[in-house]
């Protein structure tokens, strides 16, 4: 199925935006303003949403003109591309964006030709299942992980790294009680935040070794 | 191809000189006319890439500018808007993206990077010490009575003697001043290993493009160059960068890890760089030096990573494999091949033996001075991309051991194997070994580019 | 900039295709997919977390209600989508070196496209065709692929490490640590903030 590589979803849905002609501000700045304003780290929308790896959403004005001999050609509308690749079967995902984020779906999707609203869940599926262009190929890295598999990942290879440092010189069965520890803690730590920059983890011990420049060069 | 007309090439780009002396003279131009009058004179005595018939030459003279250089001495409009941006700008504008930030930032510069403004570079370099203050001597007599320019500040640098001798190391110890790339058309000692590789495991000179204006490049296009072309063509872009190295911290620290180290601080060292300080590639040898191998031209450049993917013999972080990744990447090396630069520095400040006090604060360090014909597609993404950073490496976030403008958690991993003589071994707690002290971006002309510049009589299409 | 996450660049690009040669890209596409060994060489790049291409036929923009204006285009459309690490300028130069060929037969289609090769025509190409991302999300935003990979490697060691030593001697317990720090000795590397855009 061209939308889907491994246990990744490759959603691709244009979402036609509504002209007026007499209004103040149109739908489509409408719509970019509210993008201009949304959080794009973990209090972003699609945090919440969390079984998204990656989302975008562009505004796209119109076809480009790539030059003669080629023929000019306009939209007659905007499109509103939502893009975005999470873990499991579609209907969850748009039933998800129903519970967890319908103020923003509402804020930003009002401006769309047809947009029904998410007060039900099945004519809000139907709309975007209207809306959506079926991927032709799909290309996914890692398509056998999900979003929460991949943050434990890299919240165990920092912690690891570090611990790896911390312990390196130390007796066998020192390092073996500090392993057993280190477990323990990296299991009990909280769970990774989608869309936070930098690592959630245990809490990095210091090692730090100060390098003064005024000390002499004797052994 | 042609042969290239290496009268017309400035000859400390076709050649290192491998003279033990030398001293940049950098300058302000405050008038444009007698500016170029003393570029007029100084272009009569510029060494050139000629043959050497008769030996080498007791000194030679080249020269540089800045972009600043080259509008206060009155080009047109045309062709100063036409140069690379990355020149336009100049280093120290440029310093977000090369991660010259915090220890490395503009303000901890010598005053002259700092504060001043650098129009050009006359670099001398000579046999004899005295040859060398003559030299400069006389420069600074034409300075005086051209009029016009004055000297903003020197910068000697040289060979270190070492046991009383001329010697190629720097002062962290290491042998430097190999694998500088071959290129068509520019005669040289070839040696294995310098150029690209071949999909049948041969080495080709890269494209004489990848270091000369006007020339195709190794995606077959030529170089961004500045009009007209008599300006651009047979001249290229430097990077001069003065960089400290904070001997005694090295020492200390490869002291300390060097006994943590289960090979021991020699083999240390050599994971650090990619080869043994006294040069033997740690690729080929990875447990001992190899004097043979040294000096063994068919061999101390002629390797590769295919057979070492997970670092074992050379680590996946180590200098020589971060700035050359040579097939590293797969795709027999094609990446790689337009990222290569020439390197020309050399060191400045006196050695200290190993044995011997020695301070961080002394003025101690390598001029690092590098060739190419785009130093947006060259130096700065190997600065950028490959020494301050590592994600093609594959060591993430983790910087060039040596050059890197460490951050806290930042640490050198030395792959090993599951031995408990040589397990694999992490460097932590890293300090700055190597800080920037000043630098710029400058333009080397041609001979027939500089005669124009004098003459006034650039002239844009 | 909204194109860029941290590590990760959103890059969005159309290019019209006269309608009848639309088949031709669908039919590489329907290849790629099934033979996953022309895929290695984008894989072996590792710079691409994921990519899509879209084919909009001329008529196959959705078309809600009836209030809604009617498209009448000419041209098909293909879209595509990628996020990807490094520069712009690293990833188009990455690519053009050594995809060429993947590259022409996906674009040779589509309207006034250069050729992948020589590079600076191509990127001026993708220049034009390129607009912008208005919103970018990514639930990992420090990670670049190869991190990501590398942590999964370190993962599924650690786990190993723990079921094999559970209840075993310091002895037993420090050559399997051994082992494991050979297995994660290339996938340690920190995570952290991405080199400026350039």
């Not at chain 2, 003025?363 to 700065?380: H, K, P, T, V």
């Amino acid at each position: 199925m061209a939308d889907q590589s491994g246990s990744v979803y490759g959603l691709t849905i244009l979402s036609p935006i509504k002209q007026n002609p007499s209004a103040e501000v149109s739908h489509s700045c409408a719509i970019r303003k509210v993008l201009a304003g949304m959080p794009r780290d973990e209090r972003s929308p699609f945090a919440k949403v969390s079984s998204t790896h990656m989302a975008r959403l562009v505004v796209m004005d119109d076809v480009v003109f790539v030059g003669m001999p080629s023929c000019e050609e306009h939209l007659q509308s905007q499109y509103l591309i939502f893009e975005t690749n999470f873990d499991g079967d579609l209907d969850t995902y748009l039933e998800r964006m129903v519970d967890e984020i319908r103020d923003e779906v509402n804020a930003v999707w009002q401006h769309c030709w047809g947009f029904p609203g998410t007060d039900e869940v099945s004519k809000f599926k139907a709309y975007m299942k209207n809306c959506q262009v079926t991927t032709t190929f799909f290309f996914a890295d890692v398509n056998d992980k999900t979003v929460q598999d991949t943050l434990l990942a890299l919240q165990s290879q920092a912690a690891v790294s570090e611990f790896i440092e911390r312990n390196q010189d130390k007796p066998p069965a020192e390092v073996q009680k500090q392993f057993a520890e280190f477990m323990q803690k990296l299991g009990n730590a909280p769970p990774p935040v989608p869309g936070r920059p930098g690592m959630g983890g245990p809490a990095r011990m210091e090692t730090k070794m100060v390098w003064a420049s005024t000390m002499d060069g004797r052994r | 191809m042609s042969r290239l007309d290496t009268t017309d090439i400035q000859g400390f780009v076709l050649r290192g000189y491998a003279l033990p002396f030398a001293r940049y003279l950098f300058l302000n131009i405050d008038d444009a006319q007698r500016g170029r009058h003393l570029i007029g004179y100084v272009t009569k005595h510029v060494t050139t890439g000629e043959h050497w018939d008769a030996g080498k030459p007791d000194w030679t003279l080249n020269i540089a500018f800045t972009h600043p250089g080259l509008v206060h001495l009155g080009l047109p409009d045309t062709s100063l808007l036409t140069f690379p941006v990355e020149f336009f700008q100049g280093m120290k504008a440029r310093g977000e993206i090369l991660n010259d930030t915090g220890k490395n930032a503009p303000n901890n510069w010598d005053p002259m990077w700092r504060d001043g403004r650098i129009d050009l570079w006359l670099a001398v370099n000579s046999k004899t010490k005295e040859m060398l203050d003559g030299r400069c001597a006389d420069l600074e007599e034409l300075v005086s009575k051209t009029g016009g320019t004055k000297i903003a500040g020197t910068q000697d640098a040289g060979a270190l003697r070492i046991d009383g001798q001329w010697s190629t190391k720097e002062h962290f110890g290491y042998t430097d001043g190999f694998g500088n790339p071959d290129y068509l058309g520019v005669e040289r000692d070839t040696q294995p290993g310098q150029g690209k590789l071949m999909p049948d495991g041969t080495w080709a000179p890269l494209a004489t493009g990848e270091l000369l204006l006007g020339y195709a490049d190794e995606a077959g296009e030529l170089p961004v160059a500045p009009v007209p072309h008599l300006l651009a063509n047979n001249g290229t872009f430097m990077v001069y960068r003065k960089l400290h190295e904070n001997v005694a911290t090295f020492r200390r620290y490869l002291e300390e890890k060097g006994q943590l180290y289960k090979g021991g601080k020699e083999k240390l060292a050599s994971k650090f760089i990619g080869r043994w300080r006294d040069g033997t590639p740690v690729e080929l040898s990875p447990n001992a030096p190899d004097t043979q191998i040294v000096k063994d031209k068919q061999k101390n450049v002629n390797f590769t990573f295919g057979n070492d993917l997970n670092g074992t013999r050379c680590p996946i972080g180590a200098h020589v494999r971060r700035t050359n990744p040579r097939d590293a990447f797969g795709f027999n090396g094609r990446l790689v091949n337009r990222r290569r630069i020439t390197r020309r520095g050399l060191p400045y400040g006196s050695y200290v033996p190993e044995d011997q006090l020695v301070r961080d604060e002394d003025e101690r360090g390598i001029i690092f001075m590098a060739l190419n014909a785009s130093l947006f597609r060259q130096f700065e993404f190997v600065q950028q991309q490959w020494v301050e950073y590592g994600n093609d490496a594959r060591t993430g976030n983790d910087k060039d051991i040596l050059l890197g403008n460490h951050e806290e958690r930042d640490k050198y991993t030395i792959q090993g194997t599951a031995d408990w003589n040589n397990p694999p071994f992490v460097c932590g707690g890293l300090p700055h070994f190597v800080e920037l002290r000043g630098g710029d971006y400058f333009f080397l002309p041609s001979m027939t580019a500089l005669r124009m510049i004098a003459a006034g009589t650039v002239d844009p299409r | 900039m909204t194109n860029i996450n941290h590590k990760t660049y959103a890059m969005n690009a159309i290019t019209p295709m006269k309608w009848w040669k639309t088949w031709i890209v669908r039919l590489f596409f329907l290849y790629l997919g099934e033979v996953t060994s022309a895929q290695s060489d984008l894989k072996q790049l590792s710079f691409i977390h994921f990519a899509r291409w879209v084919i909009v036929k001329r008529n196959q923009f959705p078309h809600i209600t009836p209030e809604q204006p009617k498209e009448s285009m000419r041209y098909d459309y293909l879209l595509f989508f990628s996020n990807f690490n490094g520069t712009w300028n690293e990833y188009i130069d990455a690519f053009s070196a050594v995809l060429s060929d993947g590259l022409n037969i996906i674009w040779r289609w589509s309207e006034k496209f250069p050729g992948s090769v020589p590079v600076t025509p191509f990127k001026q190409y993708i220049a034009r065709c390129q607009f912008d991302t208005d919103y970018y999300y990514t639930a990992y935003p420090y990670a670049t692929t190869n991190d990501v990979k590398a942590a999964h490697r370190v993962k599924a060691a650690l786990n190993q490490l723990e079921k094999e030593t559970a209840g075993k001697s310091p002895e037993e317990f420090a050559q399997a640590y051994l082992k494991f720090l050979v297995a994660v000795q290339c996938d340690i590397g920190e995570t952290g903030r991405a080199p400026v855009g350039s």
